[in-house]
């Protein structure tokens, strides 16, 4: 069967974890890693385990495009338009793990396929990816009036990236609460925290509902939601039960990495790497599937 | 007049919001504010608790729009300038540009004493927007000297024109309120605030060692009416200081009159130091999780004490109000275990 062949833009932390859980996959295959800056350590791994490596940027991916099938972008939101303007225009998938939210909210247990026709896919944000499934959850048994996440992450695990984007960050999570997970307002808020030895991602999802009632349901539903996110993050894992009180509901959730490239506490950043691959994953056998 | 030694800056009508359950109302603030102003405090803060953008369930939302609350308060000055408290994670830049647009002079952005850096943009448009701009470091305490200064640097560097020593907590003590202050008075050229919790019954003492080592902006609260056992009494800290030979520029008086006269009779609850606050101030708690404590003991039905301790030891940082709940039902769920 043919895979798809696969450039990560951005050899950062979540670029080079990415790489990882590409090469587990049954329909990509990791073919080009770039950056822009040849001594990174992400281009270095990437040349060691026999992938092109540039260390030019865009411009030298755009020399080379018949390596790629699919584009990852792991670098920042105020670079991201650029790139996906240059690769769209050549007819290459994009998928967007920036804030830039320029395409659709993906989120994989909510709307895996939905914008598959679309060149360029948005993963959210990890606060996105971590309590959106859960917003849905509540959302699909009744009506969600007004949705608030909480995302705490360890100071270690939040890059320069995250750190100089922290409003885009709850801007575009508070949207795509709305947009994807399907409250009528949304609201995000972001903590670090600088403990040692580093916290777990934690996430608390507060949702007030039309009316009380359905516990039952609801807590049916969030359980089967986090089985299936858990299909791609296995330390993905609820906290307690749900709490009611009146017509608010309280989800208290931890992500636990892979510990690809990141120690296991930085679940933030694995839930990203792991939902865009598993986007791109089912992209890919559905694009081989109609081509062969 | 001679010129005032340091500016005293009232956080009554912020971090009082924490205390009154984010209830003020508009007549609440006009009052206050208009007390103040006349009082000659040349600052005062005005914002949801948890800063601007702060309304929500994980920290209660704001009975009146804080923005109605800002413009009233802004409205009622006719010296005294208002701030607006920002946590980037919890408000954006957005809230900010309108904050000023209903009158906000000055803007103090806040975030743990190791994370500076998420701060930068937001110090930068409190200049552009032409602001008095404030670097504040929460938790101060959980960070060692040279932490502390060179997070200092980076606010400096991002345009910040004072820089706060926050002791969220109410854990320090004089000497480490001495240590980073004087630590900074050395290492920065901008100026030095700081602003204390009571819940040790350190805050006054601590105020003194703050001004002694250098401090030209000090924070306090009417009644002490703040988060935890709340904060500096401002109107005790204005007579303490005078006493002390300091120049205030505050009418005493005055501020007892508002002090008094409006905010106490709006007050909830006495500003005592109970059980829960001195554990706070022991273990090093953010004192705004008091009351969510307190309701969340009552839930689960576990001793408020052992959740306070708990979060101390998981070295919880200020806005992580949930996890005290979350931390509760793990006792209760303990708790059970044993009991069948």
Same mark, same amino acid.
């Given at each position: 069967?043919?895979?798809?062949?696969?450039?990560?833009?951005?050899?950062?932390?979540?670029?080079?974890?990415?790489?990882?859980?590409?090469?587990?996959?049954?329909?990509?295959?990791?073919?080009?890693?770039?950056?822009?800056?040849?001594?990174?350590?992400?281009?270095?791994?990437?040349?060691?385990?026999?992938?092109? +490596?540039?260390?030019?940027?865009?411009?030298?991916?755009?020399?080379?495009?018949?390596?790629?099938?699919?584009?990852?972008?792991?670098?920042?939101?105020?670079?991201?338009?650029?790139?996906?303007?240059?690769?769209? $225009?050549?007819?290459?998938?994009?998928? !967007?793990?920036?804030?830039?939210?320029?395409?659709?909210?993906?989120?994989?247990?909510?709307?895996?396929?939905?914008?598959?026709?679309?060149?360029?896919?948005?993963?959210?944000?990890?606060?996105?990816?971590?309590?959106?499934?859960?917003?849905? +959850?509540?959302?699909?048994?009744?009506?969600?009036?007004?949705?608030?996440?909480? $995302?705490?992450?360890?100071?270690?695990?939040?890059?320069?990236?995250?750190?100089?984007?922290? !409003?885009?960050?709850?801007?575009?999570?508070?949207?795509?609460?709305?947009?994807?997970?399907?409250?009528?307002?949304?609201?995000?808020?972001?903590?670090?925290?600088?403990?040692?030895?580093?916290?777990?991602?934690?996430?608390?999802?507060?949702?007030?509902?039309?009316?009380?009632?359905?516990?039952? *349901?609801?807590?049916?539903?969030?359980? *089967?939601?986090?089985?299936?996110?858990?299909?791609?993050?296995?330390?993905?894992?609820?906290?307690?039960?749900?709490?009611?009180?009146?017509?608010?509901?309280?989800?208290?959730?931890?992500? *636990?990495?892979?510990?690809?490239?990141?120690?296991?506490?930085?679940?933030?950043?694995?839930?990203?790497?792991?939902?865009?691959?598993?986007?791109?994953?089912?992209?890919?056998?559905?694009?081989? +599937?109609?081509?062969? | 007049?001679?010129?005032?030694?340091?500016?005293?800056?009232? @956080?009554?009508?912020?971090?009082?919001?924490?205390?009154?359950?984010?209830?003020?109302?508009?007549?609440?603030?006009?009052?206050?504010?208009?007390?103040?102003?006349?009082?000659?405090?040349?600052?005062?803060?005005?914002?949801?608790?948890?800063?601007?953008?702060?309304?929500?369930?994980?920290?209660?939302?704001?009975?009146?729009?804080?923005?109605?609350?800002?413009?009233?308060?802004?409205?009622?000055?006719?010296?005294?300038?208002?701030?607006?408290?920002?946590?980037?994670?919890?408000?954006?830049?957005?809230?900010?540009?309108?904050?000023?647009?209903?009158?906000?002079?000055?803007?103090?952005?806040?975030?743990?004493?190791?994370?500076?850096?998420?701060?930068?943009?937001?110090?930068?448009?409190?200049?552009?927007?032409?602001?008095? &701009?404030?670097?504040?470091?929460?938790?101060?305490?959980?960070? %060692?000297?040279?932490? @502390?200064?060179?997070?200092?640097?980076?606010?400096?560097?991002? =345009?910040?024109?004072?820089?706060?020593?926050?002791?969220?907590?109410?854990?320090?003590? %004089?000497?480490?309120?001495?240590?980073?202050?004087?630590?900074?008075?050395?290492?920065? =050229?901008?100026?030095?605030?700081?602003?204390?919790?009571?819940?040790?019954?350190?805050?006054?003492?601590?105020?003194?060692?703050?001004?002694?080592?250098?401090?030209?902006?000090?924070?306090?609260?009417?009644?002490?009416?703040?988060?935890?056992?709340?904060?500096?009494? &401002?109107?005790?800290?204005?007579?303490?200081?005078?006493?002390?030979?300091?120049?205030?520029?505050?009418?005493?008086?005055?501020?007892?009159?508002?002090?008094?006269?409006? @905010?106490?009779?709006?007050?909830?609850? %006495?500003?005592?130091? &109970?059980?829960?606050?001195?554990?706070?101030?022991?273990?090093?708690?953010?004192?705004?999780?008091?009351?969510?404590?307190?309701?969340?003991?009552?839930?689960?039905?576990?001793?408020?004490?052992?959740?306070?301790?708990?979060? =101390?030891?998981?070295?919880?940082?200020?806005?992580?109000?949930?996890?005290?709940?979350?931390?509760?039902?793990?006792?209760?769920?303990?708790?059970?275990?044993?009991?069948?």
């Amino acid at each position: 069967m043919r895979k798809l062949k696969v450039g990560i833009i951005g050899s950062g932390n979540i670029g080079t974890d990415l790489m990882y859980k590409i090469e587990r996959s049954e329909n990509l295959e990791m073919s080009v890693m770039v950056g822009i800056d040849p001594d990174s350590d992400g281009l270095k791994r990437a040349a060691d385990r026999g992938y092109v +490596a540039i260390s030019n940027g865009i411009e030298g991916l755009m020399e080379q495009l018949d390596l790629v099938d699919i584009v990852f972008d792991a670098t920042s939101a105020y670079a991201h338009k650029n790139h996906s303007d240059l690769l769209t $225009a050549a007819g290459k998938k994009v998928i !967007d793990l920036t804030p830039a939210a320029i395409g659709p909210f993906t989120v994989p247990p909510v709307n895996l396929t939905e914008h598959f026709d679309e060149a360029n896919l948005n993963m959210v944000t990890c606060g996105g990816q971590a309590t959106i499934p859960m917003v849905k +959850a509540v959302s699909r048994v009744i009506p969600v009036e007004y949705a608030e996440i909480v $995302a705490t992450v360890a100071s270690k695990s939040a890059g320069p990236g995250t750190r100089a984007n922290i !409003d885009e960050f709850t801007r575009t999570t508070s949207k795509a609460i709305e947009q994807v997970g399907g409250a009528k307002k949304g609201k995000a808020i972001i903590i670090l925290n600088p403990a040692e030895p580093p916290i777990i991602m934690r996430d608390t999802v507060n949702a007030l509902v039309e009316e009380e009632g359905k516990e039952e *349901e609801i807590i049916a539903s969030v359980q *089967e939601m986090v089985k299936e996110v858990q299909k791609y993050v296995p330390g993905y894992r609820l906290r307690g039960t749900p709490q009611f009180d009146g017509r608010k509901v309280s989800i208290f959730l931890e992500v *636990e990495g892979a510990g690809d490239y990141f120690p296991p506490y930085s679940g933030n950043l694995d839930i990203m790497t792991a939902a865009a691959a598993r986007v791109a994953d089912e992209l890919a056998k559905q694009l081989t +599937a109609t081509n062969a | 007049m001679t010129e005032r030694s340091f500016e005293i800056l009232d @956080v009554s009508l912020r971090d009082g919001s924490h205390a009154m359950k984010h209830s003020f109302t508009e007549e609440q603030v006009r009052a206050t504010a208009k007390g103040l102003d006349a009082a000659g405090v040349n600052y005062f803060e005005v914002s949801h608790g948890d800063g601007l953008g702060g309304s929500s369930l994980q920290y209660g939302f704001s009975k009146v729009d804080e923005l109605k609350l800002i413009e009233a308060a802004a409205d009622e000055c006719e010296n005294a300038k208002v701030s607006v408290l920002l946590i980037p994670g919890i408000g954006i830049k957005e809230d900010l540009q309108e904050a000023v647009k209903v009158g906000a002079k000055m803007v103090r952005v806040a975030t743990h004493v190791t994370e500076a850096d998420v701060a930068a943009q937001h110090i930068a448009l409190g200049r552009e927007l032409g602001l008095k &701009t404030v670097g504040f470091l929460m938790m101060a305490h959980m960070a %060692p000297v040279e932490k @502390v200064v060179e997070q200092a640097k980076l606010f400096e560097s991002y =345009g910040a024109e004072i820089v706060y020593v926050t002791d969220s907590a109410g854990y320090m003590l %004089p000497n480490d309120v001495t240590e980073r202050i004087s630590a900074l008075k050395q290492s920065i =050229g901008c100026e030095i605030g700081f602003h204390a919790h009571n819940n040790l019954s350190m805050a006054m003492a601590n105020t003194i060692a703050a001004v002694e080592a250098g401090a030209t902006y000090i924070d306090g609260s009417l009644r002490a009416l703040g988060a935890g056992a709340g904060n500096t009494q &401002t109107e005790v800290m204005a007579a303490v200081l005078e006493r002390l030979g300091y120049n205030t520029g505050i009418d005493l008086y005055k501020l007892m009159d508002v002090a008094n006269d409006v @905010v106490a009779k709006f007050m909830q609850r %006495p500003q005592e130091i &109970t059980g829960s606050g001195l554990i706070m101030g022991y273990s090093g708690v953010y004192s705004s999780f008091l009351l969510h404590t307190q309701a969340a003991a009552q839930k689960f039905g576990v001793d408020e004490r052992d959740i306070l301790v708990e979060l =101390g030891r998981m070295k919880a940082v200020g806005g992580q109000e949930d996890l005290i709940y979350d931390v509760a039902q793990q006792f209760a769920l303990k708790k059970q275990k044993v009991e069948v």
